[in-house]
């Protein structure tokens, strides 16, 4: 890849070199006109390769930098799914494992989740901490005390506005406000 780009740019610094040569001499030609008419002529002349080749120089360079770009990219890119049903079931699962968390990498996340509670601990605020059957914990961050949350309960946690979350017992119309801890 580097000696591509570094064959390109003594290509291109080798062709200023000779440019500005060809110029000089080009110049003198149209100089030592002595009809201003046909001077005015050969220096427009001039004037309209020189932008042409400047833009056909300009045209190469980009077209090299984008060869060289999407060799880049071509390098990357990953191979297409074997299975698109397996890749979509990961792709859920991945959802799952980073739900209340994903704020932090991605923006469009799932609605809302159910789960199974493992373990409910208080801490001395009176505030619960919620650990699941998938290993992700919770911590109440209001301070309601209402409502009984029991090893093996199924709740649901919602997405409420600005990455707030709220959990809900199935069954009840009260919810905690709760964040995510690991």
């Given amino acids: 890849m580097k000696l591509l780009v570094n064959t390109l740019v003594i290509f291109f610094m080798s062709m200023s070199a000779y440019a500005s040569a060809s ?18 002529a050969c220096f427009d002349q001039l004037s309209k390769s020189y932008v042409n080749s400047a833009t056909n ?10 060869a060289v770009a999407v060799s880049e990219v071509a390098v990357t890119i990953a191979k297409p799914p074997t299975n698109p049903v397996k890749e979509v079931k990961q792709d859920i699962a991945k ?3 980073i739900f209340g968390a994903e704020y932090k990498t991605i923006q469009n ?14 801490n001395p605020y009176g505030q619960r901490r919620f650990t699941f059957e998938n290993g992700q914990v ?5 301070g309601t005390t209402a409502g009984k949350y029991s090893v093996g309960s199924e709740v649901t946690i919602k997405r409420g506005v600005l990455n707030s979350f709220y959990l809900k017992k199935e069954g009840s119309n009260r919810t905690l406000k709760v964040k995510r801890v690991k």
């Fill in 23 to 40: 110029i000089t001499a080009d110049l003198q030609s149209c100089v030592s006109e002595n009809n201003d008419k046909k001077r005015l």
């Fill in 57 to 66: 120089i300009v045209k190469s360079q980009t077209a090299a930098k984008k």
């Fill in 95 to 97: 959802k799952e494992d």
């Fill in 109 to 122: 996340g799932l609605e809302q989740l159910s789960f199974t509670i493992k373990s409910v601990k208080k």
């Fill in 138 to 142: 919770w911590q109440q961050k209001d």
